[in-house]
Each structure stands twice: as C-alpha cells, then as structure tokens.
C-alpha cells in the first residue's frame, strides 16, 4: 500500500499509521510518502523515456534536504531558484552540472555564484541580465551556459498568480525579441547560448497550452538555428498539475504523448522541470482540532454549522488562503459520528485563515486528528514565522518507517537571530 490510504477506518502512510506518527512527533507535522516519490519521478522519466530528456526536480516544491536526496538518488537533475536553492542542491549532492538556475530577480551576487560553480545552465530573464552575467563570467575569464527563458504569451488555464507564461506576466523575453538578442549576445564573450526555456504556470490540467508553449520554443529554436545561433536543449519547464479533488486529471504519458510529436521536430534534448506532479500527493499536513465552535445555521437548509480550530493555518499550509487552493481535509480515523458541515479554519489572527470552507465532516471533538491531502508541494517551503509560530517538523516514511527530516522549529532558533 503505497501513499496516503486507508487500513480499515484509519489513514496511513505507506502503510504506517499517521495517528502512530502523529502521537510520537506531535503536530502540526507534515508526513511523505517515499515510495509516492519514487513512483512519480519514474513515471515521469518513463513517459519520456523515447527521448533524450533530463528531469530537473523544481526544489521551489519542496527543498527539505531529505527529499532532495531522494530525488538525486532517483537519478534526477534540480531546477534552482535562488542562491539558497543552489547551496540546498550542492549539500543534497547534486553537481553543479545538474543544476539549472530559475528566477526573475537573480541578484549579482546569485549570479556569480552560479557561475563560479559552473551550474548546467543559467535561465536568463531579460537582455540586462544577460548583460550582467556577460560581465560577471568575462571578469572570471570563463564563458557561461545559458538558456534563454522566452516568454510564448500562452495562457496556461490555471490561477492568475500561478500563471507566468502571459505577456502581462513579468516573466521572461517576449519570443519576438529573441533572436535579436541572440543576435547580439554571440559577441559576448562570457556568454554561450545553449537553450531555450519556457515555463508558463503551475497546477496545469489542460495540456493545449503546454503544446502550444512547446511549439512556440521549436518555432523559435529552428529560427534561430536559421540565423546561426545553435541551440543544444529546450527546456519546457515544470507545471503539471495534481487532482487535489480526486477528479481525474492528464498525466505524465499525456503530457508526454501532448508535447514529444512537436518536440521532437526540433531533433533536441529536452530539459522538464517538474515539482509539485511528484510531490504534491506524496505529503499530507497532519494537524489536530483545538476547538470546535458554532457557526451558526447554513441558510439554505438551516443545518447546524460548526468552525473546526486546527493547530495548523495558514503558518504551515498558505496554498487555500494565496490561491483559493482546494485540499481534501479529512478525519485520520474515521468516526461514526453525525455529519457537520464546517469551516476548517486555522488558528491565526486572520479571517482568511482558513483551510477549507463548507465541508462535510463527522462532528470533530477537541484533540482529533486530521490530515489535509496533497499538501507536499509548496506547502512546508512556504510556512513562515507570523504570530511567532513555529516551523512544524517534517517526516519521510520510508520501508515501514519514519524519521525526522527537519526537526520541530524552537522559540530559541528564531530569538538567537535577535538581540
Ligand atoms: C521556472 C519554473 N520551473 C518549474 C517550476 C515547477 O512548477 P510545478 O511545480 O508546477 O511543476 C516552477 C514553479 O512555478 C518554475 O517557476
């Protein structure tokens, strides 16, 4: 039994009872499943195993340096983010050749750490940045790999703020203005253009626009390659979406089956930058109810309505508050008791502190414990301190157990940052 499922009336993961991990490490706890991650980073290469591809996990999902090793350990490459990203891959063990450097705001200091390691290749987002990084490489007297991140003016279906592939969204060149500054960086000599890039959003269910920003990268590549500018790999970027609602939704063999015939015209290898497709379903948040209050009745059918308190909010899991983010919230052992329709709500000082809205749940009693599903991905990376709350800890359930990947933050490590 592998992932988040039930034995009887209880959730477990991989097998291992989540109220078994939950009494030893407390909550709010996020809990992975290993054997999930391996599935999903292997039917990913799978599904493109016709083609020469390198899967660069996106470390922006999820960087805990645990999963970051299980990741290199299952032969794949990282997509960075930001100079911390770089060193989180170096420390998981990455070389520097399977790292490929992602951002909109790479600051000079980045950059020149990028290059002093020698990352595979740096995505550039602006002519200026090419500039900067042209100077950079030339003061080392090294010449510096580079995809340019095109922006293909595809809209990707999917929330506005997870969506980057518009031309009103700030991320990367507009394609028209590529070959122009191709045309230019070739007399630069800290510079070497070797791919393009393209990542238009994340949590996309409609594969259309995945094929049309593909298309877009092999259009320009081969009007490129026309005006002498050879380009060795197209990256197309992660954003491959979840069911976080149990409806079925394309995976990697459609993608794969949706983008490899257009791909493949270009005769170039091809770089994915998947993250929350792998891990999204391998992590669940655990969390226990604090309080449960009445709410009221529901208008239409003047049912009793009740707010759920959890120890978990929008400090662990912000994904419902900044994008409207549906997850599956669910009692980790079933009770018989009557159904309540609720709102499952944090503990913070926020009305929008609120993990689902309106949900059918067995009327909860003070200290059950629940877990909200699919929160692996751009969940634990995104909790943050306010109210002066602190880190949850972080498990990997791996062969029937558990450990401790990131330990429970203490007041002390945020205070020893003070004076
Ligand atoms: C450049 C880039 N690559 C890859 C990803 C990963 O996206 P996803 O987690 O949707 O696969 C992101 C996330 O937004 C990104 O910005």
Request: aromatic share 6%; charged share 20%.
């Amino acid at each position: 039994m592998i992932g988040f499922q039930r034995d009887g009336a209880a959730l477990a993961c991989d097998g291992v009872p989540l109220d078994r991990i939950a009494s030893a490490e407390g909550t709010p706890l996020y809990v992975y499943s290993s054997a999930t991650i391996a599935a999903r980073y292997r039917a990913i290469d799978e599904a493109f195993a016709g083609y020469p591809h390198r899967i660069h996990y996106a470390l922006k999902a999820n960087s805990t340096l645990a999963i970051a090793r299980l990741l290199r350990g299952l032969g794949s490459s990282a997509d960075a983010n930001s100079g911390g990203e770089i060193e989180v891959a170096i420390l998981a063990g990455f070389t520097p050749a399977q790292i490929v450097f992602t951002g909109v705001g790479k600051t000079s200091g980045e950059l020149a750490q990028a290059v002093a390691l020698g990352v595979r290749s740096i995505n550039v987002e602006s002519e200026g940045e090419i500039a900067r990084l042209d100077a950079i490489a030339r003061e080392r007297g090294v010449r510096t790999s580079v995809a340019i991140r095109v922006n293909p003016d595809v809209d990707a279906k999917t929330h506005p703020h997870i969506s980057t592939g518009l031309r009103t969204n700030k991320f990367g060149i507009p394609a028209s203005d590529v070959p122009d500054i191709c045309r230019r960086a070739q007399f630069m000599d800290g510079i070497q253009i070797v791919g393009l890039h393209a990542h238009i959003g994340s949590q996309i269910t409609d594969l259309a626009p995945l094929a049309n920003a593909a298309r877009a990268l092999v259009t320009l590549a081969r009007e490129l390659r026309d005006k002498g500018t050879t380009i060795e790999h197209l990256d197309i970027g992660g954003g491959l979406g979840v069911s976080y609602d149990g409806e079925p939704v394309p995976g990697p063999v459609d993608y794969a089956n949706a983008v490899l015939p257009i791909l493949r015209e270009s005769g170039l290898a091809i770089v994915l930058e998947p993250g929350r497709h792998i891990i999204a379903p391998a992590g669940a948040l655990l969390t226990r109810v604090v309080d449960v209050k009445d709410a009221g009745v529901r208008p239409t059918t003047l049912e009793p309505r009740a707010f759920v308190v959890m120890d978990a909010g929008m400090t662990e899991l912000i994904r419902p508050m900044l994008y409207d983010a549906f997850h599956r919230i669910e009692p980790v052992v079933r009770t018989g008791a009557p159904l309540v329709c609720a709102d499952v709500v944090g503990p913070l000082c926020e009305s929008s502190d609120t993990l689902g809205r309106d949900r059918m749940v067995p009327r909860p009693q003070v200290g059950e414990l629940y877990a909200v599903l699919d929160a692996g991905a751009y969940g634990a990376v995104m909790s943050s301190n306010y109210n002066r709350r602190l880190f949850p800890a972080e498990v990997l359930v791996e062969n029937g157990a558990w450990r401790v990947i990131r330990r429970r933050q203490k007041l002390q490590d945020l205070l020893a940052l003070e004076s």
